[in-house]
């Protein structure tokens, strides 16, 4: 502490190697072995407790290290005070699955065990958003920066970031595992959008500017994106059902993504290079907003999905759309001015700092795609790929199917085996809440039966 000048939240030291060794451990294992054993976990596979046992010891193991680093000496802040409530979730989910393997269902045990079950679930679910919150805060405590008067502005920098990266995510999973679950809501994609987007607005609309004080900087300009966002939100919302209250696709959020990014690429900045690299965000999330359009518009025709047969299959154009808004999302965060001025003095040229951010948009892409591929091929095999008609219910005479494609959640069908195809999906969604209790009735059924149930080996199959 004594090595850390008045005024500054780091000293000049250098980050010396035991830090560095901590800043990769826990990359590794909350940014990788934890969301891979989450989805190992979902779908029930055998690995998912040797990898997160393996995630486990090596947080530990980097924890410690972090505490154990000399070199560069760092005043109190976020990172180091975040960092106890993170191991306090990971030490009560180890808790937790310690117990769920030990298989007590007699007396007090079995309510213990469906409240256990419940909450592995969720904080196993958490636990990437909060690892992802925790890494962010090592970087800006590693260099410093967000303290006094660039708090504020750091908070809107990396909060609406992470926003578009997390939409982006969102939007990947419904195009790629999420059509059968969005079916069975009754509602259309841009519904929830709008909703969130609605949502969003409100809250800037009364945060940008602290009212009663004066208008400075670009409070303006963000108040007047936050009021756009809830009127164009409420818009969406109404334009998402028909008449006869089926969902219907719309185009709202693509709009109100463009109207973003061209606000954005306008935003008066103090440096050059801090310019440069909001234009192309701005451009950026334009993209977005406009490949977004063009997918709802002229890839699916207002329909779910590309495919009247195959949920999962998808149009090339589809892709744009999320990792664009990934890229957006990193270009967001990386452009806050301690990391503009930074840069500046360092002589970095915005072409070359962007293409790197580009580059962490393409890795966070690849990695989410692998994991969702990983949850398609324990979900669906493919000699059983999941199909549109899944959750939908015939349509009534009259409406419209234009070439026995899907229109807006609804479809003809076979009755019989959408009926068989409800009754799977469900049967498999609760035997992902119910967890090990499966498991352990099959034991007793096995014990008793002198072998296995017919049942459960039909489904193996």
């Known amino acids: 502490m004594d090595a850390i000048p008045e005024g500054e939240a780091v000293s000049p030291d250098p980050i010396d190697t035991t830090l560095w060794i901590h800043i990769a451990i826990q990359i590794i294992s909350f940014g990788l072995i934890f969301p891979t054993g989450m989805v190992l976990g979902i779908v029930r596979s055998r690995w998912?407790?040797?990898?997160?046992?393996?995630?486990?010891?090596?947080?530990?193991?980097?924890?410690?290290?972090?505490?154990?680093?000399?070199?560069?000496?760092?005043?109190?802040?976020?990172?180091?005070?975040?960092?106890?409530?993170?191991?306090?979730?990971?030490?009560?989910?180890?808790?937790?699955?310690?117990?769920?393997?030990?298989?007590?269902?007699?007396?007090?045990?079995?309510?213990?065990?469906?409240?256990?079950?419940l909450g592995h679930g969720i904080i196993g679910k958490l636990m990437p958003v909060v690892s992802w919150v925790q890494m962010l805060f090592g970087g800006i405590t590693a260099l410093g920066f967000c303290r006094g008067d660039h708090l504020g502005q750091c908070l809107a920098h990396f909060i609406m970031g992470s926003a578009f990266i997390g939409y982006g995510i969102v939007l990947t999973i419904l195009l790629l595992v999420g059509q059968l679950w969005l079916r069975r809501t009754g509602r259309s994609q841009e519904f929830f959008d709008s909703l969130i987007i609605a949502a969003w607005g409100c809250v800037n609309t009364f945060t940008e500017h602290r009212w009663g004080g004066p208008w400075v900087k670009n409070d303006l300009q963000h108040t007047s994106m936050g009021i756009v966002w809830w009127c164009a939100g409420l818009l969406g919302i109404w334009l998402s059902r028909k008449r006869d209250g089926r969902p219907k696709r719309n185009l709202i959020p693509g709009i109100v993504i463009l109207m973003t990014g061209w606000a954005m690429s306008a935003h008066p900045q103090q440096l050059e290079l801090s310019t440069m690299v909001h234009s192309v965000f701005g451009y950026t999330l334009m993209a977005a907003g406009a490949t977004r359009i063009v997918e709802v518009a002229f890839v699916l025709k207002d329909r779910n999905a590309v495919s009247s047969k195959f949920a999962e299959e998808t149009n090339s154009f589809q892709y744009l759309p999320p990792f664009l808004l990934y890229a957006s999302g990193f270009l967001f965060m990386a452009a806050t001015e301690e990391q503009m001025a930074l840069l500046s003095s360092a002589h970095v040229t915005h072409v070359s700092y962007i293409l790197i951010l580009y580059s962490l948009a393409f890795l966070l892409f690849l990695f989410v795609n692998m994991l969702l591929h990983l949850y398609a091929s324990y979900t669906w095999p493919l000699a059983n790929p999941p199909t549109t008609n899944v959750g939908a219910k015939a349509l009534k005479p009259g409406h419209d199917n234009v070439n026995g494609s899907i229109s807006n959640g609804q479809a003809n069908g076979y009755a019989g085996r959408e009926r068989q195809q409800v009754r799977d999906a469900e049967e498999f969604e609760l035997q992902g809440l119910i967890g090990e209790e499966g498991e352990e009735e099959e034991e007793r059924g096995e014990s008793s039966d002198g072998g296995r149930s017919p049942v459960k080996d039909s489904q193996r199959v």
């Open 48 to 117: 998912h407790v040797p990898l997160q046992t393996v995630g486990a010891v090596l947080s530990i193991l980097g924890y410690f290290l972090g505490h154990a680093h000399r070199g560069r000496q760092f005043a109190p802040n976020i990172h180091s005070t975040f960092a106890s409530s993170l191991m306090l979730m990971l030490l009560l989910q180890v808790v937790m699955g310690i117990y769920l393997r030990l298989h007590l269902e007699k007396g007090i045990h079995a309510r213990l065990r469906r409240i256990t079950v």
